[in-house]
């Protein structure tokens, strides 16, 4: 995308139809480090890519417990997911208050994406700048929602945001239709292969990244550091490519997968998450 | 005055903004211009009895509406359903149950209007009332009813009741007012967890008829509602048949001369 004089303003319409502010806004999302999704029927899993900005600093949490049933993985503005996931939690709570009842999934979703979209349509105000990941359950099982920052919502079986989520994106394509009877431990290991594929050779540890899961009689939590590096050395010692699968064929999970073009930020933390 | 009436505002939660907004603005204390705080309630509606039984809900409630002690009203249907899968009766002040049914039909309608497979139970119903009836009566403008709310959802039976001060209960049997006196202690005896349709109707009518006896309230027209996993169903109405034949009554004034 070039500067172009429709850009100011996000309530300027360009020739072709186009918003360009809140494409910028999506873009904010693509420099954020990598999240990703994944569901089977029962369970949803969230992982997300942690890295500190320096040796001295703690990573950023993007990865947020909205309730019981719902957790969210954030890319982008980390200020802005924050933001976004009070507002989550506060509309969990006050429907737990007068419904003794968990917020269906489905409409939190919603309602998160209207409160984007009016960003969208007026003049005083931003796009929020985040993609966020809503993993939860409801009467109908577990689901996974991509918000944008445009104010869509979609549901997937799996995704992948943020900078070289396409290795994910492409790891989890593979695998996908093998998800939905996935057992919570597979998926777990399916996360943190994906999450793998956008380090891009540089080693999977529990400190560079963040996993949490959800899932029928589990309340959403995020798993501590030692049982991540647990379940990393399982499958990195036993030399396991990812577990196997009904359908799909086994390739080298070394694979170099074809990275996203755009991103900028190699080696370093992705710049949007500062 | 209407500014000495806005003195200490509400703090209005948007939940209840349709509630609210269908009255005048409220102060801390009801109506700052009256000197009453307290309503009367003027038509009203006794008992309502509630049972889960092997399929469902039962619920059982006459049909009449007292002006004070007079009966004014006899074809009143204290048993309305709410969505899919609730059924509501209602004891207390009618106009008030009128206006918790529109609250509820409110409810139900911007439930649906999600369309998008979920749907409110009979427990978030019951929770919903009881956020409604507390909050009113922290107002000092109470909605003068007691409930009974029942229903199935996914298989889960549920029955709970709320009384007009926002006290709530959930149990396998619930009634309100005269009912909780008269018909409990039989329900306590004689309900079981697998009690068969024909069983529950009779067990209500047992207890229907002891309050025919001995509330003055009530009217011999009674409806018994039914709500399973299928759907609802609320009868027509019927009476009860009862035996007066006692002794007792058929000389009343012996030992007493003189006496009516």
């Given at each position: 995308?070039?500067?172009?004089?429709?850009?100011?303003?996000?309530?300027?319409?360009?020739?072709?139809?186009r918003?360009?502010?809140?494409?910028?806004?999506?873009?904010?999302?693509?420099?954020?480090?990598?999240?990703?999704?994944?569901?089977s029927?029962?369970?949803a899993?969230?992982?997300?890519?942690?890295?500190?900005?320096?040796?001295?600093?703690?990573?950023?949490?993007?990865i947020?417990?909205?309730d019981?049933?719902?957790g969210?993985?954030?890319?982008?503005?980390t200020a802005?997911?924050?933001?976004?996931?009070?507002?989550?939690?506060?509309?969990c709570?006050?429907?737990?208050?007068?419904?003794?009842?968990?917020?269906?999934?489905?409409?939190?979703v919603v309602?998160?994406?209207?409160?984007?979209?009016?960003?969208?349509?007026?003049?005083?105000?931003r796009?929020?700048?985040?993609g966020?990941?809503?993993?939860?359950?409801?009467?109908?099982g577990?689901?996974?929602?991509?918000?944008?920052?445009?104010?869509n919502?979609?549901?997937?079986?799996?995704?992948?945001?943020?900078?070289?989520?396409?290795?994910?994106?492409?790891?989890?394509?593979?695998?996908?239709?093998?998800?939905?009877?996935?057992?919570?431990?597979?998926?777990?290991?399916?996360?943190?292969?994906?999450?793998?594929?956008?380090?891009?050779g540089?080693?999977?540890t529990?400190?560079v990244?963040?996993v949490?899961?959800?899932g029928?009689?589990?309340?959403f939590?995020?798993?501590?550091?030692?049982?991540?590096?647990?379940?990393?050395?399982?499958f990195?010692?036993s030399?396991e490519?990812?577990?196997a699968?009904?359908?799909v064929?086994?390739?080298?999970?070394?694979?170099?997968?074809a990275?996203?073009?755009?991103?900028?930020a190699?080696?370093?933390a992705?710049?949007?998450?500062i | 005055?209407?500014?000495?009436?806005?003195?200490?505002?509400?703090?209005?939660?948007?939940?209840?903004a349709?509630?609210?907004?269908?009255?005048n603005?409220?102060?801390?204390?009801?109506?700052?211009?009256?000197?009453?705080?307290?309503?009367?309630?003027y038509?009203?509606g006794?008992?309502?009895?509630g049972?889960?039984y092997?399929?469902?809900?039962l619920m059982?409630?006459?049909?009449?509406?007292?002006?004070?002690?007079?009966?004014?009203?006899?074809?009143?249907?204290?048993?309305?359903?709410?969505?899919?899968?609730?059924?509501?009766?209602?004891?207390?002040?009618?106009?008030?149950?009128?206006?918790?049914?529109?609250?509820?039909?409110?409810?139900?309608?911007?439930?649906?209007m999600?369309?998008?497979?979920?749907?409110?139970?009979?427990?978030?119903?019951?929770?919903?009332?009881?956020?409604?009836?507390?909050?009113?009566?922290?107002k000092?403008?109470?909605?003068?009813?007691?409930?009974?709310?029942?229903?199935?959802?996914n298989?889960?039976?549920?029955?709970?009741?709320?009384?007009?001060?926002?006290?709530?209960?959930e149990?396998d049997?619930?009634?309100?007012?005269f009912?909780?006196?008269?018909a409990r202690?039989?329900?306590?005896?004689?309900?079981?967890?697998?009690?068969?349709?024909e069983?529950?109707?009779?067990?209500?009518?047992?207890?229907?008829?002891?309050?025919?006896?001995?509330?003055?309230?009530?009217v011999?027209?009674l409806?018994?509602?039914?709500?399973?996993?299928?759907?609802?169903?609320i009868?027509q109405?019927?009476s009860l048949?009862?035996?007066?034949?006692?002794?007792?009554?058929?000389n009343?004034?012996?030992?007493?001369?003189?006496?009516?």
């Amino acid at each position: 995308m070039f500067r172009n004089q429709y850009d100011t303003d996000v309530t300027t319409w360009s020739p072709a139809g186009r918003l360009f502010q809140v494409e910028y806004a999506m873009e904010a999302v693509k420099q954020g480090s990598a999240a990703i999704g994944l569901r089977s029927k029962t369970h949803a899993v969230l992982a997300c890519v942690n890295k500190a900005n320096s040796e001295l600093s703690s990573h950023q949490r993007k990865i947020f417990k909205v309730d019981d049933h719902i957790g969210v993985a954030i890319a982008g503005l980390t200020a802005d997911g924050r933001v976004l996931s009070r507002y989550m939690r506060s509309e969990c709570i006050n429907y737990g208050y007068t419904y003794e009842s968990p917020l269906p999934v489905g409409r939190l979703v919603v309602q998160l994406a209207d409160k984007a979209q009016v960003c969208t349509q007026r003049s005083w105000k931003r796009p929020y700048g985040v993609g966020l990941l809503v993993a939860g359950l409801d009467e109908s099982g577990a689901h996974l929602y991509y918000n944008c920052p445009s104010g869509n919502y979609f549901e997937y079986q799996a995704f992948a945001i943020g900078s070289r989520s396409q290795a994910a994106k492409t790891y989890l394509e593979r695998k996908f239709e093998s998800f939905p009877e996935s057992s919570r431990d597979d998926l777990i290991k399916d996360a943190l292969f994906a999450i793998r594929e956008t380090l891009q050779g540089e080693k999977l540890t529990s400190s560079v990244c963040t996993v949490a899961v959800v899932g029928v009689g589990e309340a959403f939590s995020i798993l501590d550091q030692a049982t991540v590096q647990a379940l990393i050395n399982e499958f990195e010692i036993s030399g396991e490519e990812a577990p196997a699968t009904a359908s799909v064929a086994e390739e080298g999970a070394g694979d170099a997968a074809a990275d996203q073009g755009g991103a900028a930020a190699e080696e370093e933390a992705a710049p949007m998450d500062i | 005055m209407p500014s000495e009436q806005k003195l200490g505002s509400a703090i209005v939660d948007t939940v209840f903004a349709n509630m609210v907004s269908s009255q005048n603005e409220s102060s801390l204390l009801s109506s700052e211009g009256d000197s009453q705080r307290t309503q009367y309630p003027y038509v009203t509606g006794t008992s309502v009895i509630g049972i889960k039984y092997k399929d469902g809900i039962l619920m059982a409630a006459d049909m009449g509406g007292s002006y004070g002690s007079t009966i004014r009203y006899k074809s009143v249907e204290r048993l309305k359903q709410v969505g899919k899968h609730s059924l509501i009766g209602a004891s207390g002040e009618i106009s008030d149950f009128q206006e918790i049914l529109r609250y509820l039909d409110e409810l139900i309608l911007h439930d649906s209007m999600w369309d998008d497979g979920n749907s409110l139970g009979p427990k978030e119903v019951h929770n919903y009332l009881t956020r409604v009836l507390y909050n009113r009566r922290n107002k000092f403008d109470p909605l003068w009813n007691s409930l009974v709310l029942g229903g199935v959802k996914n298989g889960q039976k549920y029955l709970g009741s709320v009384s007009m001060i926002g006290v709530h209960f959930e149990d396998d049997h619930v009634a309100t007012g005269f009912g909780n006196h008269l018909a409990r202690p039989i329900l306590r005896e004689e309900w079981r967890e697998d009690l068969t349709f024909e069983e529950g109707v009779k067990l209500l009518e047992k207890c229907m008829r002891n309050l025919l006896y001995r509330d003055r309230s009530a009217v011999n027209k009674l409806q018994i509602a039914k709500i399973t996993e299928e759907g609802l169903t609320i009868s027509q109405p019927y009476s009860l048949k009862t035996f007066w034949n006692f002794a007792a009554f058929k000389n009343p004034t012996v030992g007493a001369e003189g006496s009516w």
